[in-house]
Protein backbone atom coordinates (compact mmCIF):
# COMPACT_ATOMS: atom_id res chain seq x y z
CA UNK A 1 0.00 0.00 0.00
CA UNK A 2 1.57 3.23 -0.72
CA UNK A 3 1.79 6.35 1.80
CA UNK A 4 -0.37 9.20 1.51
CA UNK A 5 1.08 11.04 4.05
CA UNK A 6 4.26 10.80 5.58
CA UNK A 7 6.55 12.76 7.77
CA UNK A 8 9.69 11.64 9.13
CA UNK A 9 11.35 13.08 12.52
CA UNK A 10 8.81 15.99 11.54
CA UNK A 11 9.56 18.90 14.48
CA UNK A 12 8.18 22.52 14.87
CA UNK A 13 9.45 25.11 17.05
CA UNK A 14 8.34 28.19 17.96
CA UNK A 15 10.69 30.08 19.88
CA UNK A 16 11.43 27.48 22.90
CA UNK A 17 8.17 25.92 22.54
CA UNK A 18 8.06 22.14 20.60
CA UNK A 19 5.03 22.17 19.18
CA UNK A 20 5.45 19.31 17.28
CA UNK A 21 8.19 17.06 18.17
CA UNK A 22 9.15 14.47 15.68
CA UNK A 23 6.32 12.84 14.22
CA UNK A 24 6.17 9.86 11.62
CA UNK A 25 2.80 10.09 10.32
CA UNK A 26 1.97 7.01 7.95
CA UNK A 27 -1.39 7.34 6.44
CA UNK A 28 -1.65 4.83 3.37
CA UNK A 29 -4.55 5.08 0.43
CA UNK A 30 -7.78 4.43 1.24
CA UNK A 31 -7.11 4.96 5.02
CA UNK A 32 -9.72 7.22 6.98
CA UNK A 33 -7.25 8.51 9.24
CA UNK A 34 -8.72 9.76 12.81
CA UNK A 35 -5.56 12.30 14.23
CA UNK A 36 -6.46 12.84 17.55
CA UNK A 37 -5.27 14.93 20.46
CA UNK A 38 -6.54 17.12 22.87
CA UNK A 39 -6.13 21.32 22.41
CA UNK A 40 -3.02 22.40 21.86
CA UNK A 41 -1.23 19.33 21.03
CA UNK A 42 0.18 20.30 18.08
CA UNK A 43 -2.43 18.53 15.82
CA UNK A 44 -3.48 22.23 13.70
CA UNK A 45 0.01 22.67 13.29
CA UNK A 46 0.57 19.28 11.65
CA UNK A 47 -2.42 19.90 9.63
CA UNK A 48 -0.73 23.22 8.59
CA UNK A 49 2.79 21.76 7.69
CA UNK A 50 0.98 19.16 5.20
CA UNK A 51 -0.32 21.77 3.73
CA UNK A 52 2.81 23.95 2.78
CA UNK A 53 1.34 26.62 5.47
CA UNK A 54 3.64 26.66 8.11
CA UNK A 55 7.36 25.15 7.71
CA UNK A 56 9.28 22.55 9.44
CA UNK A 57 11.85 23.36 11.47
CA UNK A 58 13.38 20.03 10.85
CA UNK A 59 11.96 16.70 9.36
CA UNK A 60 10.26 16.01 6.52
CA UNK A 61 6.80 16.08 4.93
CA UNK A 62 5.40 13.85 1.37
CA UNK A 63 1.85 14.14 0.56
CA UNK A 64 1.02 11.57 -2.44
CA UNK A 65 4.30 10.47 -2.69
CA UNK A 66 6.29 13.96 -3.13
CA UNK A 67 8.07 16.34 -1.24
CA UNK A 68 6.17 18.98 0.24
CA UNK A 69 6.47 22.50 0.39
CA UNK A 70 8.46 21.67 -2.75
CA UNK A 71 5.73 20.17 -5.03
CA UNK A 72 3.01 21.82 -3.44
CA UNK A 73 1.85 22.98 -7.01
CA UNK A 74 1.57 19.73 -8.38
CA UNK A 75 0.17 18.00 -5.21
CA UNK A 76 -2.15 20.34 -3.54
CA UNK A 77 -4.41 20.52 -6.34
CA UNK A 78 -5.23 16.92 -5.57
CA UNK A 79 -5.80 17.55 -1.88
CA UNK A 80 -8.86 19.25 -0.53
CA UNK A 81 -8.39 20.72 3.01
CA UNK A 82 -10.92 22.30 6.04
CA UNK A 83 -8.43 24.13 8.10
CA UNK A 84 -9.85 25.00 11.56
CA UNK A 85 -12.95 26.93 10.73
CA UNK A 86 -13.92 27.78 7.29
CA UNK A 87 -13.10 31.26 5.83
CA UNK A 88 -15.00 33.26 2.61
CA UNK A 89 -15.64 36.50 1.15
CA UNK A 90 -18.44 37.78 3.21
CA UNK A 91 -19.91 40.04 0.64
CA UNK A 92 -19.91 37.54 -2.13
CA UNK A 93 -22.70 34.49 -2.70
CA UNK A 94 -21.37 30.73 -1.85
CA UNK A 95 -21.12 29.72 -5.60
CA UNK A 96 -19.12 33.15 -6.38
CA UNK A 97 -16.62 32.05 -3.63
CA UNK A 98 -16.52 28.85 -4.75
CA UNK A 99 -15.54 29.65 -8.31
CA UNK A 100 -12.95 32.41 -6.88
CA UNK A 101 -10.72 30.13 -4.99
CA UNK A 102 -11.12 27.13 -8.05
CA UNK A 103 -9.70 29.84 -10.35
CA UNK A 104 -7.09 31.05 -8.16
CA UNK A 105 -4.49 27.70 -8.58
CA UNK A 106 -3.62 24.95 -10.80
CA UNK A 107 -5.92 22.16 -11.89
CA UNK A 108 -9.27 23.92 -12.35
CA UNK A 109 -10.85 24.34 -15.64
CA UNK A 110 -12.74 27.41 -15.62
CA UNK A 111 -14.88 25.04 -18.89
CA UNK A 112 -16.33 22.79 -16.29
CA UNK A 113 -16.18 25.29 -13.53
CA UNK A 114 -19.85 26.49 -12.68
CA UNK A 115 -20.59 22.60 -13.48
CA UNK A 116 -18.13 21.28 -10.57
CA UNK A 117 -19.51 24.44 -8.48
CA UNK A 118 -22.97 23.33 -9.07
CA UNK A 119 -22.82 19.92 -8.08
CA UNK A 120 -20.55 20.17 -4.94
CA UNK A 121 -23.18 22.85 -3.48
CA UNK A 122 -25.72 19.96 -3.88
CA UNK A 123 -23.35 17.27 -2.82
CA UNK A 124 -22.96 19.14 0.73
CA UNK A 125 -26.79 20.48 0.99
CA UNK A 126 -26.91 23.80 -0.31
CA UNK A 127 -27.84 23.02 -4.14
CA UNK A 128 -30.73 25.30 -3.18
CA UNK A 129 -28.76 28.57 -1.20
CA UNK A 130 -28.95 30.91 -4.45
CA UNK A 131 -27.17 34.01 -4.43
CA UNK A 132 -27.57 34.89 -0.68
CA UNK A 133 -24.13 36.57 0.52
CA UNK A 134 -22.26 34.52 2.69
CA UNK A 135 -22.80 37.27 5.80
CA UNK A 136 -26.41 35.56 5.58
CA UNK A 137 -25.32 31.88 6.21
CA UNK A 138 -25.49 29.98 9.81
CA UNK A 139 -22.48 28.88 10.50
CA UNK A 140 -23.52 24.97 9.83
CA UNK A 141 -23.79 26.76 6.35
CA UNK A 142 -20.33 28.15 6.18
CA UNK A 143 -18.75 24.87 7.49
CA UNK A 144 -21.21 22.88 4.52
CA UNK A 145 -19.73 25.61 2.17
CA UNK A 146 -15.91 25.04 3.41
CA UNK A 147 -16.10 21.30 2.77
CA UNK A 148 -17.72 22.12 -0.87
CA UNK A 149 -14.63 24.09 -1.24
CA UNK A 150 -12.92 21.22 -0.44
CA UNK A 151 -14.49 18.52 -2.63
CA UNK A 152 -14.44 21.12 -5.63
CA UNK A 153 -11.56 19.38 -7.54
CA UNK A 154 -12.67 16.11 -6.58
CA UNK A 155 -9.45 15.46 -4.37
CA UNK A 156 -7.54 12.30 -3.80
CA UNK A 157 -7.01 13.21 -0.56
CA UNK A 158 -9.17 15.33 1.91
CA UNK A 159 -7.37 16.77 5.16
CA UNK A 160 -10.12 18.25 7.41
CA UNK A 161 -9.70 19.72 10.53
CA UNK A 162 -13.22 19.53 12.80
CA UNK A 163 -15.25 19.08 9.93
CA UNK A 164 -18.36 18.62 11.97
CA UNK A 165 -17.59 21.80 13.65
CA UNK A 166 -21.29 24.26 14.58
CA UNK A 167 -23.40 21.16 12.59
CA UNK A 168 -26.63 20.14 14.38
CA UNK A 169 -26.68 16.46 14.71
CA UNK A 170 -28.81 16.00 11.55
CA UNK A 171 -25.65 17.29 9.77
CA UNK A 172 -23.08 15.65 11.91
CA UNK A 173 -25.11 12.29 10.22
CA UNK A 174 -25.53 13.74 6.60
CA UNK A 175 -21.52 14.79 6.94
CA UNK A 176 -20.26 11.25 8.15
CA UNK A 177 -22.52 9.69 5.65
CA UNK A 178 -21.13 12.18 2.66
CA UNK A 179 -17.23 11.11 4.11
CA UNK A 180 -17.63 7.75 4.42
CA UNK A 181 -19.55 8.19 0.31
CA UNK A 182 -16.29 9.52 -0.73
CA UNK A 183 -14.03 7.07 0.99
CA UNK A 184 -15.80 4.31 -0.91
CA UNK A 185 -15.39 5.88 -3.60
CA UNK A 186 -11.83 5.88 -3.32
CA UNK A 187 -10.92 9.34 -1.25
CA UNK A 188 -8.47 8.89 1.54
CA UNK A 189 -9.93 11.13 4.58
CA UNK A 190 -7.15 12.48 6.96
CA UNK A 191 -9.66 13.46 9.86
CA UNK A 192 -8.21 16.15 12.65
CA UNK A 193 -10.55 15.95 15.47
CA UNK A 194 -10.65 16.13 19.21
CA UNK A 195 -13.98 14.40 19.35
CA UNK A 196 -13.58 10.70 19.88
CA UNK A 197 -17.18 9.97 19.37
CA UNK A 198 -16.82 11.03 15.84
CA UNK A 199 -13.62 9.33 14.97
CA UNK A 200 -14.42 6.09 16.63
CA UNK A 201 -17.56 6.23 13.98
CA UNK A 202 -15.55 7.24 11.38
CA UNK A 203 -12.06 6.12 11.29
CA UNK A 204 -10.08 2.58 10.40
CA UNK A 205 -6.79 4.02 11.17
CA UNK A 206 -6.32 6.28 14.42
CA UNK A 207 -3.02 8.55 15.14
CA UNK A 208 -2.75 10.18 18.77
CA UNK A 209 -1.27 12.98 19.21
CA UNK A 210 0.10 14.35 22.91
CA UNK A 211 2.18 17.52 23.75
CA UNK A 212 3.45 17.32 20.35
CA UNK A 213 4.48 13.71 20.60
CA UNK A 214 2.58 10.81 18.44
CA UNK A 215 1.87 8.60 21.44
CA UNK A 216 -0.17 6.03 19.67
CA UNK A 217 -0.68 5.16 15.76
CA UNK A 218 -2.46 2.07 14.74
CA UNK A 219 -5.56 0.00 13.22
CA UNK A 220 -8.77 1.50 15.18
CA UNK A 221 -9.50 -2.38 15.25
CA UNK A 222 -6.18 -3.29 16.45
CA UNK A 223 -6.70 -0.98 19.12
CA UNK A 224 -10.14 -1.94 19.99
CA UNK A 225 -9.28 -5.48 19.91
CA UNK A 226 -10.90 -7.85 22.75
CA UNK A 227 -8.53 -8.23 25.53
CA UNK A 228 -9.50 -11.65 26.51
CA UNK A 229 -12.29 -11.25 28.98
CA UNK A 230 -16.29 -11.15 29.19
CA UNK A 231 -17.97 -8.72 30.59
CA UNK A 232 -21.44 -10.05 32.61
CA UNK A 233 -23.95 -7.92 34.36
CA UNK A 234 -26.20 -9.67 36.79
CA UNK A 235 -28.16 -8.88 40.13
CA UNK A 236 -26.11 -11.61 42.31
CA UNK A 237 -22.24 -10.32 41.80
CA UNK A 238 -20.75 -11.63 45.07
CA UNK A 239 -22.40 -15.42 43.97
CA UNK A 240 -20.02 -14.65 41.17
CA UNK A 241 -17.28 -13.98 42.82
CA UNK A 242 -17.52 -16.94 44.71
CA UNK A 243 -17.58 -19.32 41.94
CA UNK A 244 -14.71 -18.06 39.94
CA UNK A 245 -12.75 -16.13 42.19
CA UNK A 246 -9.41 -15.55 40.82
CA UNK A 247 -10.69 -15.35 37.18
CA UNK A 248 -12.68 -11.99 38.15
CA UNK A 249 -11.18 -8.88 37.34
CA UNK A 250 -12.78 -5.96 38.65
CA UNK A 251 -16.30 -5.57 39.84
CA UNK A 252 -18.55 -2.38 39.28
CA UNK A 253 -21.86 -2.98 41.15
CA UNK A 254 -23.59 -5.69 38.93
CA UNK A 255 -20.90 -4.90 36.35
CA UNK A 256 -18.61 -7.75 36.40
CA UNK A 257 -15.26 -8.44 34.41
CA UNK A 258 -14.00 -12.00 34.37
CA UNK A 259 -11.14 -13.56 32.31
CA UNK A 260 -12.13 -15.59 29.56
CA UNK A 261 -12.29 -14.92 25.79
CA UNK A 262 -15.26 -16.53 25.03
CA UNK A 263 -18.90 -15.14 26.76
CA UNK A 264 -20.39 -17.89 25.83
CA UNK A 265 -18.41 -20.91 28.26
CA UNK A 266 -18.61 -17.97 31.13
CA UNK A 267 -22.19 -17.97 30.35
CA UNK A 268 -22.72 -21.76 30.85
CA UNK A 269 -20.78 -21.95 33.60
CA UNK A 270 -22.59 -19.38 35.60
CA UNK A 271 -26.00 -20.42 34.44
CA UNK A 272 -24.78 -23.78 35.40
CA UNK A 273 -24.24 -22.75 38.84
CA UNK A 274 -27.77 -20.84 39.14
CA UNK A 275 -26.72 -17.44 38.91
CA UNK A 276 -28.68 -15.57 36.60
CA UNK A 277 -26.93 -13.80 33.94
CA UNK A 278 -28.65 -10.24 32.59
CA UNK A 279 -26.26 -8.97 30.34
CA UNK A 280 -22.68 -10.63 28.52
CA UNK A 281 -20.19 -8.82 25.97
CA UNK A 282 -17.04 -9.31 24.62
CA UNK A 283 -15.00 -6.75 27.03
CA UNK A 284 -13.17 -4.19 24.28
CA UNK A 285 -11.46 -1.01 25.34
CA UNK A 286 -13.13 2.06 24.14
CA UNK A 287 -11.09 4.26 22.34
CA UNK A 288 -11.64 6.84 24.83
CA UNK A 289 -9.91 4.41 27.23
CA UNK A 290 -7.14 3.33 24.98
CA UNK A 291 -6.23 7.66 24.44
CA UNK A 292 -6.41 8.07 27.90
CA UNK A 293 -4.65 5.61 28.38
CA UNK A 294 -2.10 6.82 25.87
CA UNK A 295 -1.62 10.52 26.45
CA UNK A 296 -1.22 12.60 29.72
CA UNK A 297 -3.40 15.29 31.30
CA UNK A 298 -4.93 18.04 28.78
CA UNK A 299 -2.80 19.80 27.29
CA UNK A 300 -4.22 22.97 28.17
CA UNK A 301 -3.26 22.80 31.23
CA UNK A 302 -0.10 25.17 31.96
CA UNK A 303 1.62 24.03 35.35
CA UNK A 304 4.15 26.01 36.85
CA UNK A 305 7.78 24.45 36.51
CA UNK A 306 9.53 24.24 39.86
CA UNK B 1 -4.59 34.69 -10.11
CA UNK B 2 -4.53 38.51 -11.26
CA UNK B 3 -8.00 38.58 -12.58
CA UNK B 4 -9.14 36.78 -9.30
CA UNK B 5 -7.50 39.75 -7.20
CA UNK B 6 -8.64 42.78 -9.94
CA UNK B 7 -12.48 40.94 -9.91
CA UNK B 8 -12.34 40.64 -5.87
CA UNK B 9 -11.14 44.34 -5.61
CA UNK B 10 -13.59 45.63 -8.12
CA UNK B 11 -16.49 43.91 -6.80
CA UNK B 12 -15.98 44.71 -3.12
CA UNK B 13 -18.31 48.25 -2.68
CA UNK B 14 -15.63 49.37 -0.14
CA UNK B 15 -13.36 50.52 -3.05
CA UNK B 16 -15.56 52.39 -4.75
CA UNK B 17 -16.95 53.63 -1.78
CA UNK B 18 -13.35 55.15 -1.29
CA UNK B 19 -12.91 56.21 -4.37
CA UNK B 20 -16.25 58.33 -3.97
CA UNK B 21 -15.09 59.80 -0.98
CA UNK B 22 -11.87 60.87 -2.28
CA UNK B 23 -13.68 62.78 -4.82
CA UNK B 24 -15.46 64.22 -2.40
CA UNK B 25 -13.33 66.85 -1.06
CA UNK B 26 -12.37 68.37 -4.40
CA UNK B 27 -15.97 68.54 -5.41
CA UNK B 28 -16.50 70.96 -2.24
CA UNK B 29 -13.63 72.80 -2.58
CA UNK B 30 -15.11 73.87 -6.08
CA UNK B 31 -18.49 74.04 -5.08
CA UNK B 32 -17.38 76.59 -2.46
CA UNK B 33 -14.91 78.49 -4.93
CA UNK B 34 -17.32 79.04 -6.92
CA UNK B 35 -20.33 80.52 -4.30
CA UNK B 36 -17.34 82.78 -3.43
CA UNK B 37 -15.31 83.24 -5.79
CA UNK B 38 -12.53 83.70 -3.43
CA UNK B 39 -9.64 81.58 -4.76
CA UNK B 40 -6.67 81.66 -2.63
CA UNK B 41 -3.92 83.89 -4.06
CA UNK B 42 -1.27 82.72 -6.19
CA UNK B 43 1.56 81.01 -4.17
CA UNK B 44 -1.10 80.05 -0.93
CA UNK B 45 -2.69 77.16 -0.86
CA UNK B 46 -2.54 74.06 -2.74
CA UNK B 47 -0.91 74.52 -5.92
CA UNK B 48 -3.06 75.46 -9.25
CA UNK B 49 -5.70 76.54 -7.30
CA UNK B 50 -5.60 79.88 -7.28
CA UNK B 51 -6.05 79.58 -11.53
CA UNK B 52 -8.30 77.64 -11.82
CA UNK B 53 -11.13 80.49 -11.59
CA UNK B 54 -10.37 82.04 -14.74
CA UNK B 55 -9.32 78.74 -16.44
CA UNK B 56 -11.30 75.34 -15.17
CA UNK B 57 -9.15 72.79 -17.16
CA UNK B 58 -6.46 73.42 -14.62
CA UNK B 59 -8.59 71.79 -11.96
CA UNK B 60 -7.84 68.37 -12.22
CA UNK B 61 -4.33 69.34 -11.44
CA UNK B 62 -5.81 71.09 -8.38
CA UNK B 63 -7.93 68.16 -7.84
CA UNK B 64 -4.62 66.06 -7.40
CA UNK B 65 -2.99 68.82 -5.46
CA UNK B 66 -5.56 68.82 -2.67
CA UNK B 67 -5.80 65.05 -2.10
CA UNK B 68 -1.90 64.27 -2.32
CA UNK B 69 -1.18 65.33 0.70
CA UNK B 70 -3.29 62.96 2.63
CA UNK B 71 -6.88 61.66 1.27
CA UNK B 72 -5.06 59.57 -1.80
CA UNK B 73 -2.29 58.83 0.74
CA UNK B 74 -4.94 56.98 3.04
CA UNK B 75 -6.66 55.45 0.30
CA UNK B 76 -3.90 53.70 -0.96
CA UNK B 77 -2.65 52.54 2.26
CA UNK B 78 -5.84 51.03 3.13
CA UNK B 79 -6.39 48.87 -0.01
CA UNK B 80 -2.65 47.81 -0.21
CA UNK B 81 -2.69 47.63 3.84
CA UNK B 82 -5.40 44.96 3.13
CA UNK B 83 -4.03 43.35 0.64
CA UNK B 84 -2.55 40.26 2.20
CA UNK B 85 -3.47 41.27 6.16
CA UNK B 86 -6.77 41.96 5.36
CA UNK B 87 -7.11 38.05 3.93
CA UNK B 88 -5.11 36.94 7.10
CA UNK B 89 -7.49 38.55 9.03
CA UNK B 90 -10.38 37.09 7.45
CA UNK B 91 -8.61 33.83 7.60
CA UNK B 92 -9.04 33.09 3.78
CA UNK B 93 -5.37 33.36 2.90
CA UNK B 94 -4.80 30.09 4.39
CA UNK B 95 -7.38 28.84 1.74
CA UNK B 96 -5.84 30.74 -1.22
CA UNK B 97 -2.63 29.51 -0.51
CA UNK B 98 -3.62 25.90 0.07
CA UNK B 99 -5.68 26.10 -3.35
CA UNK B 100 -2.19 26.56 -4.09
CA UNK B 101 -2.32 30.24 -5.08
CA UNK B 102 1.38 30.11 -4.56
CA UNK B 103 2.81 32.38 -2.32
CA UNK B 104 5.30 34.86 -4.94
CA UNK B 105 2.26 34.62 -7.54
CA UNK B 106 -0.55 35.84 -4.87
CA UNK B 107 1.93 38.69 -3.74
CA UNK B 108 2.65 39.61 -7.66
CA UNK B 109 -1.50 39.66 -7.99
CA UNK B 110 -2.15 41.63 -4.59
CA UNK B 111 0.47 44.26 -6.15
CA UNK B 112 -1.16 44.65 -9.82
CA UNK B 113 -4.59 44.97 -7.78
CA UNK B 114 -2.98 47.56 -6.21
CA UNK B 115 -1.13 48.88 -8.76
CA UNK B 116 -4.91 49.05 -10.82
CA UNK B 117 -6.52 50.88 -7.68
CA UNK B 118 -3.79 53.22 -7.53
CA UNK B 119 -4.08 54.42 -11.10
CA UNK B 120 -7.75 54.00 -10.67
CA UNK B 121 -8.19 56.34 -7.68
CA UNK B 122 -5.84 58.96 -9.80
CA UNK B 123 -7.29 59.24 -13.29
CA UNK B 124 -10.60 59.16 -11.19
CA UNK B 125 -9.79 62.32 -9.54
CA UNK B 126 -8.60 63.89 -12.21
CA UNK B 127 -11.63 63.06 -14.95
CA UNK B 128 -13.71 64.15 -12.12
CA UNK B 129 -11.85 67.01 -11.48
CA UNK B 130 -12.12 67.86 -15.30
CA UNK B 131 -15.83 67.65 -15.18
CA UNK B 132 -15.78 70.11 -12.37
CA UNK B 133 -13.58 72.43 -13.61
CA UNK B 134 -15.22 72.99 -17.21
CA UNK B 135 -18.83 72.90 -15.74
CA UNK B 136 -18.22 75.26 -13.05
CA UNK B 137 -15.82 77.41 -13.76
CA UNK B 138 -14.73 79.51 -16.86
CA UNK B 139 -13.74 78.03 -20.06
CA UNK B 140 -9.72 78.09 -21.12
CA UNK B 141 -8.94 82.02 -22.40
CA UNK B 142 -8.68 81.82 -26.19
CA UNK B 143 -4.64 83.12 -25.57
CA UNK B 144 -3.83 80.10 -24.15
CA UNK B 145 -2.94 78.98 -20.90
CA UNK B 146 -0.41 80.81 -18.62
CA UNK B 147 1.91 78.06 -17.63
CA UNK B 148 3.85 78.53 -13.83
CA UNK B 149 6.43 80.37 -15.31
CA UNK B 150 4.21 82.61 -17.30
CA UNK B 151 4.88 81.36 -20.67
CA UNK B 152 1.44 80.34 -22.75
CA UNK B 153 0.84 76.55 -22.74
CA UNK B 154 -1.51 75.16 -25.70
CA UNK B 155 -3.95 73.15 -24.83
CA UNK B 156 -2.46 70.24 -26.33
CA UNK B 157 0.71 71.00 -24.32
CA UNK B 158 -1.91 71.28 -21.47
CA UNK B 159 -2.94 67.53 -21.88
CA UNK B 160 0.32 65.71 -22.38
CA UNK B 161 1.19 67.40 -19.30
CA UNK B 162 -1.61 66.56 -17.09
CA UNK B 163 -1.34 63.22 -18.36
CA UNK B 164 2.39 63.77 -17.38
CA UNK B 165 1.27 64.66 -13.96
CA UNK B 166 -1.18 61.51 -13.28
CA UNK B 167 1.16 59.39 -14.36
CA UNK B 168 3.78 61.32 -12.05
CA UNK B 169 1.07 61.08 -9.08
CA UNK B 170 0.52 57.46 -10.00
CA UNK B 171 4.12 56.57 -9.15
CA UNK B 172 4.58 58.70 -5.94
CA UNK B 173 1.48 56.46 -4.40
CA UNK B 174 2.88 53.13 -6.02
CA UNK B 175 6.01 54.13 -3.00
CA UNK B 176 2.91 54.56 -0.20
CA UNK B 177 1.23 51.26 -1.31
CA UNK B 178 5.18 49.32 -1.23
CA UNK B 179 5.11 50.51 2.13
CA UNK B 180 1.59 49.29 3.19
CA UNK B 181 2.25 45.99 1.07
CA UNK B 182 5.31 45.41 3.50
CA UNK B 183 3.78 45.78 6.32
CA UNK B 184 0.76 43.72 5.34
CA UNK B 185 3.02 40.56 4.95
CA UNK B 186 4.24 41.49 8.49
CA UNK B 187 0.92 41.71 10.76
CA UNK B 188 -2.12 40.00 10.40
CA UNK B 189 -4.00 43.20 10.83
CA UNK B 190 -4.96 45.46 8.45
CA UNK B 191 -5.16 48.37 9.92
CA UNK B 192 -1.79 47.95 11.64
CA UNK B 193 -0.47 47.43 8.20
CA UNK B 194 -2.22 50.94 7.06
CA UNK B 195 -1.21 52.55 10.07
CA UNK B 196 2.25 51.74 9.64
CA UNK B 197 2.19 52.94 6.34
CA UNK B 198 0.36 56.36 7.57
CA UNK B 199 3.07 56.54 10.16
CA UNK B 200 5.47 56.34 7.56
CA UNK B 201 4.21 59.33 5.93
CA UNK B 202 3.64 61.42 8.67
CA UNK B 203 6.95 60.84 10.08
CA UNK B 204 8.37 62.04 6.81
CA UNK B 205 6.39 64.92 6.24
CA UNK B 206 7.00 66.32 9.35
CA UNK B 207 10.95 65.68 9.33
CA UNK B 208 10.70 67.65 5.96
CA UNK B 209 9.76 71.00 7.71
CA UNK B 210 12.52 70.10 10.11
CA UNK B 211 15.73 72.03 9.00
CA UNK B 212 17.71 70.09 11.29
CA UNK B 213 16.61 66.92 9.64
CA UNK B 214 18.29 68.16 6.02
CA UNK B 215 20.81 66.06 5.70
CA UNK B 216 18.32 63.11 4.92
CA UNK B 217 15.72 65.39 3.55
CA UNK B 218 16.43 63.99 -0.19
CA UNK B 219 15.48 60.61 0.97
CA UNK B 220 12.34 61.06 2.33
CA UNK B 221 9.59 59.55 0.67
CA UNK B 222 7.33 62.14 0.35
CA UNK B 223 10.18 64.74 -0.67
CA UNK B 224 9.09 65.06 -4.09
CA UNK B 225 5.59 64.49 -4.16
CA UNK B 226 4.33 67.92 -5.15
CA UNK B 227 7.32 68.16 -7.68
CA UNK B 228 4.51 67.19 -10.69
CA UNK B 229 4.28 71.59 -10.21
CA UNK B 230 7.06 71.02 -12.34
CA UNK B 231 6.03 69.42 -15.30
CA UNK B 232 3.98 72.82 -15.84
CA UNK B 233 6.90 75.73 -15.79
CA UNK B 234 8.59 75.97 -19.23
CA UNK B 235 10.30 74.86 -19.96
CA UNK B 236 10.06 71.91 -17.68
CA UNK B 237 11.92 71.48 -14.94
CA UNK B 238 12.87 67.91 -14.58
CA UNK B 239 15.54 67.88 -11.91
CA UNK B 240 13.16 67.28 -9.07
CA UNK B 241 10.65 64.99 -10.86
CA UNK B 242 13.43 62.27 -11.95
CA UNK B 243 14.86 62.50 -8.71
CA UNK B 244 11.06 61.78 -7.10
CA UNK B 245 10.92 58.69 -9.54
CA UNK B 246 14.06 57.16 -8.84
CA UNK B 247 13.59 57.63 -5.12
CA UNK B 248 9.99 56.16 -5.04
CA UNK B 249 12.00 53.45 -7.65
CA UNK B 250 14.43 52.57 -4.93
CA UNK B 251 11.46 52.53 -2.33
CA UNK B 252 9.41 50.42 -4.28
CA UNK B 253 12.08 47.80 -5.37
CA UNK B 254 13.52 47.14 -1.81
CA UNK B 255 10.42 46.95 0.19
CA UNK B 256 8.78 44.71 -2.76
CA UNK B 257 12.32 42.62 -2.25
CA UNK B 258 11.55 42.91 1.46
CA UNK B 259 7.59 41.69 1.50
CA UNK B 260 8.77 38.90 -0.69
CA UNK B 261 11.43 37.63 1.28
CA UNK B 262 9.51 37.50 4.28
CA UNK B 263 6.10 36.43 2.96
CA UNK B 264 7.86 33.12 1.00
CA UNK B 265 9.09 32.44 4.20
CA UNK B 266 6.75 33.21 6.84
CA UNK B 267 4.65 30.13 9.00
CA UNK B 268 0.44 31.01 7.76
CA UNK B 269 -0.83 30.83 11.51
CA UNK B 270 -4.01 33.18 10.91
Not at chain 2, 162 to 176: D, K, P, R
Request: aromatic residues 6%; glycine residues 10%; positive net charge.
Amino acid sequence: MSAVIATRALVKRFGRLRAVDGIDLDVRAGDVYGFLGANGSGKTTTVRMLLGLVLPTSGEVELLGERMPRAGRRVLPRVGALIESPAHYGHLSGAENLKLLDAAGPGGSWRTRGRRVAEVLEQVGLGGVGRRPVTAYSLGMRQRLGLAGALLRRPDLLVLDEPTNGLDPQGIAEIRELLLELHRGGTTVFLSSHLLAEVEQLCSRVGVLDRGRLVLQDDLATLTAPTGATVVRTPEPDRVRALLDARVIAVDGDRLVVRGPDPAAVNALLVGAGIPVTALALDRPSLEEVVLAAAATSADRVEAVR
Amino acid sequence: MILVELRKLFRRPRTWATVAVLNALPVLVAVLLVLTDLAPRPGEGPPFLSAVLSNGALYPLAALAIVLPLFLPIAVAVVAGDAVAGEAQAGTLRYLLARPAGRTRLLVAKLVAVLAFVLLAVVVVAAVGYVVGISLFDAQPVAGTTSVSGTSLSSGEIAGRTAMAIGYVGVSMLGVAAFALFFSTLTDSPLGATMGALAVLVASSLLFTLDAASPIAPYLPTRYWLAFVDLFRDPILWRDLTRGLALQGVYVGVLLAAAWANFTTKDITS
